[in-house]
């Protein structure tokens, strides 16, 4: 199979006419990992991806495509194949902004929004995500703080993840911030709920009813 | 049937205006909203880029704390937020099409004492507005009409699609026949369900804003007056980034975004303090000022 020209690939990104790289276009066979299609599809219990057309009616109908490095018909291809690397490295999966336009015109009925979603949790548990993308930094903070306080408070959640991926924007942002605060949309006192331990206690039973095998 | 009403966070800050008018319009057509005790977040898009079974037990919690404040006899669990209304909506779907991930969250939820059964039934207020208080009903109750004024509706994406059954995922129509039912004019508009680019806005800005700007000019290219959304996020994203976008593009948007609650309201002749227009940036103008007392409105 022909790889497709990644925008932001390390390799290739800035060069210019008279500095050009040779890069091997083709991926071998034993290079694949034949196992990732199966993989994905048991964990997003997204059993049609095999069945797949590749009809791109997707790619057609994804309001990000025009951003993506792959196309989500070519991710589903390449997930199939085997293609992990390129996969989990890709911006396509980060991309995607859950609005499910895709699931509801597949013609074969497969849930590529729930793909995206195994792609970028295996993605995270491998730590195989491009580097700085704000993306997966918003998503842990989001859940370490439901984990803490049961609900989120939108303030503190911005202010992690510009903390933690570029400080600078934070100032970009506070304009915004000040005139939703002040506008009563916006508030630094963190929403709790009452019976946190409870919450706690679903949550750790069913890390432990996961055993080792999936996360 | 009784109607529980879950907020979710956002309903807590940026969407507050979302809340007081959901409550105040629900209030003023006496349908009684009582507030899930101790809800917890439902997770969102974010908890399933992170753990798959966690963002189902956290969504089934409010499920079942809903099922048991509700009684015995079924309970509907208003959901205003766009990304509530989905995360629930899914959540039931998975739980009740796959028995071992109901297993796997019933296994977590037992250690407290709590069991889901499925018993609730996930509602938006659009859906309970228009299906079971009745359009009719709305259109009778109006006092100000709102005569003439141009009213682009935007659905969004996670209240219509994947699992809402109350209308089209892709072309849905409930809004625009609540907003002729307020004596307004719902334009065309083939725009109306595609993505406002949810949280890249915070994340990838320049994807995210790019798809904002896409749906305000088109809207505005349409001749909206006033454009009106059920979703917290869609209603910060094309209202918040306006300046920004017309900065970095060199565009000349300048549209009102409100909830579809707060125009309801408007029309319904209600307090504008309790419906939240003060929160907004950008005030519909439009709508507001065609309305005097006792007069209906016109522009």
């Given at each position: 199979m022909i790889l497709p020209t990644p925008i932001l690939n390390e390799t290739t990104r800035g060069f210019r006419s008279e500095k050009k790289k040779v890069v091997r276009r083709i991926k071998y066979e034993?290079?694949?990992?034949?196992d990732f299609g199966e993989h994905i599809a048991a964990h997003a219990y997204?059993?049609?991806?095999?069945?797949?057309?590749?009809?791109g009616t997707c790619s057609a109908t994804c309001p990000l495509s025009h951003y993506m490095d792959y196309t989500p018909r070519k991710i589903i291809a390449m997930t199939r194949e085997g293609f992990k690397e390129e996969v989990l490295n890709s911006l396509t999966i980060w991309l995607c902004a859950s609005c499910y336009s895709c699931l509801v015109q597949c013609p074969r009925q497969i849930h590529i929004t729930d793909v995206m979603y195994a792609l970028k949790r295996e993605a995270i548990a491998q730590g195989h995500y491009p580097r700085r993308l704000p993306i997966p930094v918003l998503a842990k903070a989001f859940v370490n703080q439901v984990r803490r306080n049961g609900r989120n408070t939108e303030s503190w959640l911005l202010v992690t993840l510009y903390l933690r991926t570029n400080p600078f924007k934070m100032l970009k942002e506070a304009v915004l911030g000040l005139r939703l605060f002040l506008a009563g949309r916006m508030s630094l006192k963190p929403d709790k709920i009452k019976r946190r331990k409870e919450l706690t206690t679903i949550l750790n039973a069913v890390e432990a009813g996961k055993g080792a095998s999936i996360s | 049937m009784n109607y529980i009403y879950y907020p979710g966070c956002s309903l807590h800050s940026t969407g507050k205006a979302y809340a007081e008018s959901v409550q105040t319009v629900f209030r003023a057509l006496d349908i009684s909203l009582e507030e899930l005790e101790d809800w917890n977040c439902c997770g969102a898009t974010s908890y399933f880029s992170m753990d798959e079974t966690e963002a189902f037990a956290l969504a089934a919690r409010n499920l079942e704390l809903a099922e048991n404040q509700g009684g015995n006899g079924g309970v509907n669990l208003i959901a205003p937020c766009a990304a509530c209304y989905l995360v629930l909506t899914k959540t039931q779907h998975y739980l009740t099409t796959y028995p071992d991930i109901k297993q796997k969250v019933n296994d977590a939820l037992d250690k407290v004492g709590l069991h889901y059964e499925g018993k609730t039934s996930v509602r938006h207020p659009l859906d309970v507005l228009v299906n079971d208080y009745g359009l009719d009903k709305i259109a009778k109750r109006v006092t100000r009409p709102l005569k003439g004024l141009k009213v682009a509706c935007y659905y969004g994406c996670?209240?219509?699609?994947?699992?809402?059954?109350?209308?089209?995922?892709?072309y849905p129509t409930s809004m625009d026949r609540l907003v002729k039912a307020l004596g307004a004019e719902p334009i065309e508009w083939?725009?109306?369900?595609?993505?406002?680019g949810g949280s890249l806005t915070g994340t990838i800005q320049e994807a995210g804003l790019r798809l904002s700007r896409a749906l305000l000019l088109d809207a505005q290219r349409r001749k909206a007056d006033i454009l009106v959304t059920c979703c917290p996020l869609c209603q910060h994203n094309l209202e918040c980034y306006q300046g920004r976008i017309n900065r970095k593009m060199k565009d000349h948007i300048d549209l009102p975004v409100a909830y579809f609650t707060q125009l309801m309201g408007m029309a319904l002749g209600l307090e504008e303090k309790e419906l939240g227009i003060?929160?907004?940036?950008?005030?519909p103008r439009v709508a507001v000022s065609a309305q005097k007392k006792g007069e209906p409105a016109h522009v």
């Open positions: 034993a290079e694949l990992d034949h997204g059993e049609r991806l095999m069945s797949c057309i590749q009809c | 996670q209240v219509v699609r994947p699992y809402a059954t109350f209308d089209d995922a892709m083939p725009l109306k369900t595609r993505c406002c003060h929160r907004l940036f950008i005030k």
